[in-house]
């Protein structure tokens, strides 16, 4: 690099009076023989000149005081609008997914698209080299994983899956819910009376593609091939071609903290588009995925993504995947296909609740 | 939602947000803008922070991240500079145009730059914090930052060039 080149880079510290007194006055001898440079400096004091007037200014009280009346009207009114939306809520939903058959198939499918989506971050594409990379490869190389995923939606209270993943085979169990809900609550006695620690279960292989769903109240099962609508939401959604299109301005890193005796590095992936959700802070507010990342193993330890179900933006609803255990051994009972002792088919079913001979 | 616990934080912090908002902006009325938009998100996403926010530094960051984005949107937007609303300008009415106008200006061109180079100079040279401290904010080594920071002034000086020469 030319001697001039090399002062040009040196004015901005120069201006600022950041350089060692060497390098200070070779820039001024420099100076004192390039016109260039000169004019360089000049603009650069202007500059700096304008932005410590701009630091120097302070804002009117009285415009303090309008921000912030603002702000509260927004609040008062998106307070009506979040007890608009509590109202809405079917106070019977959990009963709903173990009582109502239709229900009960949506909630399964559902679980089959999440497990899928989330095998996909398992098993799709090991040694990806992203960026973003040391995280998604160690994911990548995971042999096994368990952990929980809660889901909260508006103001109901949250539910709670336990998902198991061990080479190309998952367990989701639908376990409950936290918070204080009258039927939560009559949700949770039932299930210790039933001595029951899930209520709704769905195994999956993804080598045979072999699904069986489990309904722990009524004992019924049913055994079904993973389907190509399952398939092609793993594939229109597969979360490691997500990851992978990450870019390393997108994961930004936000802060790293002590949590009992580990190093948590907490990343905000800003552009994301995972199970639906959109991740793009130029868009629309609160749509984007946090992550938590154990530093010594490069395994995330807490996931969440938030999303608004509504036009407006107004709907927070988020999905929390946490307690992560990596690369530890799991019961391969957990994976069994075989159909559990004195459970009946899923159909039967159907007939038994039409006749209304399926209440727990 | 635990109202009081909100207007609490919203007392402590609301000055701070506005004032860096409008340092980037240059007006008051989008300064409440961003304002609004920083605390109403924070409001709706309340139970999802944990005990250990660094709420300063999460706030520097959000709210010159908004308001820059805001500066992206509404350029071609003339909107009422701050200047002109504050008796700071020792200079006569020609100069004290030409201020505003560089003043909006250098908000479009800090939308320009690269998020990170923007972070640095909003920062150390329109919030005046110290190297240190802006470094700790951004997630960065203070190295990191002085290369950062002297791009960004590099860059502005170049963009605004046609403004600084004759003031």
């Known amino acids: ?360 | 939602m635990p109202d009081e616990e909100f207007r609490t934080f919203l007392e402590r912090y609301s000055r701070k947000v506005l004032t860096v908002a409008a340092r980037v902006l240059g007006s008051t009325t989008d300064a409440q803008d961003v304002h609004q938009e920083v605390f109403l998100a924070i409001w709706r996403r309340w139970d999802t922070y944990d005990g250990q926010t660094d709420w300063g530094a999460y706030l520097y960051r959000t709210t010159v991240r908004k308001a820059l984005e805001l500066a992206k949107r509404s350029r071609s937007r003339r909107s009422l500079p701050v200047q002109s609303q504050l008796p700071t300008s020792r200079q006569g009415p020609d100069s004290r145009l030409r201020a505003d106008e560089l003043r909006e200006r250098l908000a479009q061109s800090l939308a320009k730059l690269p998020r990170d180079q923007a972070m640095a100079f909003v920062l150390s040279r329109l919030e005046g914090l110290g190297a240190e401290e802006v470094a700790q904010v951004l997630g960065c080594s203070p190295g990191a930052l002085k290369v950062r920071l002297h791009r960004a002034t590099r860059r502005l000086a170049r963009e605004l060039n046609d403004y600084l020469v004759e003031r």
């Open chain 1, 1 to 360: 690099m030319d001697r001039h080149k090399t002062m040009r880079i040196l004015l901005p510290a120069f201006t600022s009076g950041e350089l060692s007194p060497e390098k200070h006055a070779q820039v001024e001898a420099h100076l004192a023989g390039c016109q260039q440079c000169r004019n360089e400096v000049q603009r650069l004091r202007s500059l700096l000149d304008f932005a410590g007037q701009i630091a120097a200014q302070s804002i009117d009280e009285q415009i303090h005081e309008l921000a912030k009346q603002k702000v509260h009207a927004v609040l008062n009114r998106e307070k009506d609008k979040y007890r608009v939306n509590r109202a809405k809520v079917r106070p019977n939903y959990v009963w709903s997914i173990v009582m109502n058959t239709r229900n009960a198939k949506l909630a399964a499918a559902a679980l089959i698209i999440l497990g899928v989506l989330i095998s996909s971050f398992l098993l799709g594409g090991r040694g990806t080299g992203a960026a973003f990379g040391r995280v998604i490869e160690s994911v990548s190389n995971a042999e096994s994983v368990r952990f929980s995923m809660k889901e909260k939606m508006g103001g109901q209270p949250a539910f709670v899956v336990k998902v198991y993943i061990q080479g190309r085979k998952m367990r989701l169990d639908m376990i409950g819910g936290e918070g204080e809900d009258e039927m939560l609550q009559s949700l949770k006695s039932e299930m210790e009376r039933l001595n029951l620690t899930a209520f709704v279960s769905t195994i999956v292989d993804f080598a045979t593609r072999e699904v069986l769903d489990l309904d722990h109240f009524r004992k019924t099962y049913r055994k079904h091939g993973l389907d190509d609508q399952a398939a092609a939401a793993s594939t229109g959604a597969n979360l490691i071609e997500q990851f992978r299109k990450i870019r390393s301005e997108d994961a930004q890193w936000l802060r790293d903290k002590s949590q009992d005796g580990r190093k948590i590095g907490v990343y905000l992936i800003t552009h994301v588009n995972l199970m639906g959700i959109k991740a793009d802070l130029s868009g629309r507010e609160g749509e984007r995925m946090t992550v938590w990342v154990d530093r010594k193993t490069d395994l995330p330890v807490r996931i969440l993504l938030e999303m608004s179900t509504d036009r407006e933006g107004t709907s927070r609803d988020w999905f929390e995947f946490r307690d992560f255990v990596w690369n530890g051994s799991l019961d391969p009972a957990l994976f069994s296909l075989e159909i559990p002792e004195g459970y009946s088919s899923f159909d039967e079913a159907i007939g038994r609740l039409s006749t209304g001979r399926g209440q727990p």
